[in-house]
């Protein structure tokens, strides 16, 4: 069973799926002549110095659905994803991520126009929206709206629950020797405070610890990196170099071919900033904006901090510290978070860098925790209304405990086969409601 529902997850991640999710990026940046570039600076201001507009409509304001959305995809994949990208890719697997990350501005900031667009207020007067309401409601297909709300419910309870408190318990259990029934019973009794006020509370917890878990990864990452300043210039020649020629053989590095490169620079770009999938469409929904263009432009930022700053860090120290190639006491390569934790400690003195990643794991693991809470309540909603909403709540805190336990392997798979099956349907509404999103960006922007 096991074996075959890998299969699955192959199959659906496969090389097919990640063209088509950049293939969509590439074009939407094409059609929308380079947004993403063109309005970066106003998308910053907006997200960051903007914090309420006069008279818009929507639960939380444009900076608290923006750390929402970061609090679900800023998680282990900025640590423990970018690694095994570069572990199995080389380091020109880093740029391929940056090209993802850059093109997925574009399906971000699409995802979340339509979000807005197409949103429906509840009969509690919030907002609801995402992917099944642009699909049922723009393009008028109600059954494949339904078959996006069950696959992101699946994957809020694998991806976005379980995997995320296993992550937390045994990282906390490695450095800290603590059981995991504890960690456990801690993460679903905090989990539990954050969703008992909605969306409000989930946003209000975001904006504190979103920042704070990224400045201080930041500034472990920054010290580093300029400790080694020496070897960033020929680090990024190595990027580039690599990106198009493969990687030769390094201590114990074994080699990669520009395909693998491509291929695992690809998935954990994906795998982190979820351009494609269709989520950024759920937080953008609940904010005040008097336009859906105007919250687009916040929500692309999105992609931008997560790929282009927090995954560059990460890929940066595993590089700059040649953490890459060393192995462990077996001879073997090391990978993942090992790999990061390993970077981390032999840039900084002491045991800091292992504190650093710790840390970092369990708040960026957490904040996906409490993010992806949300996705799951409003596609829940979706498919079976409002009366869902506190059984849905209480359930989502136990799954957190018993994920904490339980060996997840089989959990993981399902839950990556419902996340690549999110993308099937969002990609064909953002594709058939292009004109949608054009027409709005030209009013909004003043674009021919």
């Known amino acids: 069973m096991k074996i075959m529902v890998q299969r699955i997850s192959d199959i659906v991640w496969g090389p097919p799926m990640l063209v088509l999710l950049v293939g969509t990026g590439l074009l939407l940046t094409v059609v929308l002549r380079g947004l993403q570039f063109r309005l970066l600076p106003k998308a910053l201001y907006l997200a960051f110095w903007v914090r309420h507009e006069e008279g818009a409509s929507g639960d939380v304001s444009h900076f608290q659905a923006l750390m929402t959305a970061l609090a679900a995809t800023v998680g282990t994949g900025n640590i423990a994803g970018v690694a095994t990208a570069i572990a199995l890719g080389g380091p020109g697997a880093l740029f391929w991520m940056w090209v993802t990350g850059l093109v997925g501005m574009a399906t971000k900031y699409s995802e979340a126009l339509l979000g807005v667009k197409y949103r429906v207020t509840e ?15 723009g393009l008028g297909v109600q059954w494949l709206g339904t078959v996006f709300a ?3 419910a699946v994957a809020a309870f694998g991806i976005g629950n379980m995997v995320q408190a296993n992550s937390v318990a045994h990282a906390v259990h490695d450095a800290l020797r603590v059981p995991t029934y504890v960690t456990g019973l801690v993460l679903a009794v905090a989990t539990a405070l954050v969703l008992i006020g909605g969306i409000q509370s989930i946003a209000r917890t975001s904006c504190w610890m979103v920042p704070v878990m990224c ?20 680090v990024l020649a190595l990027i580039f170099r690599d990106a198009f020629t493969g990687t030769a053989a390094a201590g114990g590095f074994g080699g990669a071919s520009v395909m693998l490169a491509v291929r695992y620079g690809v998935a954990r770009g994906v795998f982190s900033n979820e ?4 989520t950024a469409g759920f937080a953008a929904a609940a904010a005040k904006s008097s336009h859906p263009a105007l919250q687009a432009l916040v929500s692309m930022t999105q992609t931008f901090l997560d790929t282009l700053v927090v995954c560059s860090v990460t890929g940066l120290v595993i590089l700059v510290t040649g953490a890459w190639t060393q192995p462990d006491a077996a001879g073997r390569l090391l990978t993942g978070s090992p790999l990061t934790m390993a970077a981390f400690s032999t840039g900084l003195p002491g045991h800091w860098g292992g504190w650093v990643v710790t840390i970092g794991l369990v708040l960026f693991a957490y904040s996906t925790l409490i993010g992806w809470s949300y996705y799951g309540e409003k596609a829940f909603v979706y498919l079976f209304g409002l009366r869902v909403v506190r059984p849905y709540r209480i359930v989502f805190c136990v799954a957190v405990f018993f994920g904490a336990m339980t060996e997840l392997t089989m959990v993981w798979n399902l839950a990556d086969i419902a996340n690549g099956l999110m993308a099937l349907p969002n990609l064909i509404g953002l594709l058939c409601l292009l004109p949608v999103v054009l027409k709005e960006s030209r009013h909004s922007w003043g674009e021919s």
């Open 215 to 234: 400045v201080v990864y930041m500034l472990g990452g920054g010290v580093i990196l300029v400790m080694n300043a020496d070897k960033i210039p020929q």
């Open 150 to 152: 069950l696959c992101a």
């Open 123 to 137: 009969s509690d007067g919030t907002m609801s929206g995402g992917p099944m309401h642009y699909i049922a409601r």
């Open 275 to 278: 351009s494609g999938l269709g």
